[in-house]
């Protein structure tokens, strides 16, 4: 069984660029959560993405945007990178209707200068 | 209100001693609770998750879950080193997942 794989690990950006982030999910999970991560701070919910549909969405602007593939894998792109962005990405797999688990990735650490 | 609260800690216990960690979600139709642990640089990590009233035990840990106080805790029973980490508590009750901001703990040898 693979687990969740997330590329890059960390990568780093200036203030309005625009960066993709990848993820590869659980073998058998059809569902994947993003979150971000600030330092000291609880992963904050950006979106679910089930059946190549955003699922739901967290307090997010608009720049923050997802795809889901159809071998469940997913993207999350973030347009016009600001300072704040600086955070590490996560990305969860989970089996819709299942008990809510969620299972990580590593991560990526994004650093905007 | 923040919809998960956790005592940001750090909570400090001496190895072998019991590590006690409280978490209060806001959102009265949760239906799932979890506990992670966190280690300084890496991605959380599933360690219990409880859906209904009461205790929940597996090896070290139990969990436990008071809906009417909405209230969920972890105890960490003879506590090791290796156990210092953050302890993040998460509530499901839809889509999505809500994370508290997480307690340190630290377990001095």
């Known amino acids: 069984e693979t687990g969740v794989t997330q590329s890059p690990t960390h990568l780093i950006k200036t203030r309005g660029q625009q960066v993709t982030l990848r993820c590869s999910s659980q073998?058998?999970?059809?569902?994947v959560s993003w979150y971000q991560q600030a330092l000291g701070q609880g992963p904050q919910f950006i979106f679910q993405y089930y059946r190549e549909e955003e699922n739901g969405r967290g307090n997010f602007p608009p720049r923050f945007s997802g795809l889901q593939f159809p071998n469940y894998s997913s993207e999350l792109n973030v347009n016009a990178l600001e300072l704040d962005d600086s955070a590490l990405y996560l990305c969860?797999?989970?089996?819709?209707?299942?008990?809510?688990?969620?299972?990580f990735g590593e991560g990526s650490r994004l650093t905007v200068l | 209100q923040k919809e998960v609260e956790q005592n940001s800690g750090p909570l400090s216990v001496p190895e072998g001693a019991i590590a006690s960690l409280n978490c209060t979600y806001s959102d009265r139709v949760s239906q799932s609770f979890f506990w992670y642990r966190q280690y300084s640089g890496k991605s959380p990590e599933l360690i219990m998750s409880?859906?209904?009233?009461g205790d929940k035990e597996d090896g070290r840990f139990t969990a436990q879950l008071n809906k009417a106080s909405q209230y969920v805790s972890l105890l960490i029973r003879d506590s090791q080193p290796s156990d210092s980490a953050t302890y993040l508590c998460?509530?499901?009750?839809?889509?999505?997942?809500?994370f508290g901001a997480g307690t340190r703990l630290f377990v001095k040898a």
């Open positions: 073998s058998g999970h059809n569902t």
């Open positions: 998460a509530v499901n009750g839809g889509f999505k997942t809500i």
């Open positions: 409880i859906y209904s009233n």
């Open positions: 969860a797999s989970s089996l819709a209707g299942g008990t809510g688990e969620l299972f």
